[in-house]
């Protein structure tokens, strides 16, 4: 099998969130029992999640990003129509994308607050579990930049957790159980500190940075996990 190009860019993120992820993402961290049940999860539920809303709202040729990938198991059942489709995975952690699911094009180690796309250049943008590490300002810096990026017309769809998301609940339950009389924190991955908090944030998430919603979805698809957020930018006049 080819293998994927890998690209380095030169935009560097905060030294803190690098090495949150780099951790996060660690040969070593995802060898544990708790991370080789995710990786599960992600190809079961997710996967399937991400190929009918791909499927349902992008076009079938093109050029595609997602825009914080990690492994990109969660992209593995895209259908990439003969090649008509191709799939760039960008995230800030170097050594995950070298690992990362052999269905991307292309892996490109970069900042997805500067996306290294021109103007109008990008068929369509998606991600799982990325946005709720960022601030609500964070938020609607980067999805201008999936804005910028996007041709006019085309869709980004994102997967967030809500606050009411089941799964996420009992993690953080256990989090806290395994936390009692520890002196270093444990935690799954890094903080979720902007999980959704209803439909009409969702909305205005997608609406501040000019995208047209067009679909909202409570997290039935994911199993209660992560809602589905639709937007399209606008087509030309």
Request: aromatic fraction near 10%; proline fraction near 5%; hydrophobic fraction near 40%.
């Amino acid at each position: 099998m080819k293998q994927p190009l890998v690209f380095a860019s030169t935009v560097k993120p905060e030294r803190a969130e690098l090495l949150a992820w780099s951790e996060h993402w660690s040969e070593r961290n995802q060898k544990n029992p708790a991370q080789r049940f995710f990786s599960v999860y992600r190809k079961a539920v997710f996967a399937r999640t991400v190929h009918y809303f791909v499927e349902r709202y992008f076009p079938p040729e093109g050029v595609f990003v997602e825009a914080g990938s990690g492994t990109a198991e969660t992209s593995m059942r895209i259908n990439k129509h003969n090649g008509a489709r191709k799939l760039i995975a960008v995230d800030i952690v170097l050594p995950v994308l070298q690992r990362c699911h052999p269905i991307m094009d292309a892996r490109l180690c970069g900042d997805i607050f500067q996306l290294p796309f021109g103007d109008d250049s990008v068929a369509g943008v998606w991600n799982v579990g990325v946005m709720e590490h960022f601030t609500r300002d964070e938020i609607d810096r980067i999805m201008r930049e999936f804005y910028r990026v996007l041709k006019p017309g085309s869709r980004l769809i994102m997967l967030i957790p809500g606050v009411d998301s089941v799964p996420q609940r009992m993690l953080r339950l256990t989090e806290r159980v395994i936390n009692v009389g520890r002196a270093q924190r444990f935690r799954f991955h890094p903080d979720e500190i902007s999980q959704i908090q209803s439909r009409a944030q969702a909305q205005n998430i997608l609406t501040t940075a000019g995208f047209r919603v067009l679909e909202i979805e409570y997290g039935f698809r994911s199993l209660l996990a992560f809602k589905t957020l639709v937007g399209c930018k606008a087509p030309q006049a």
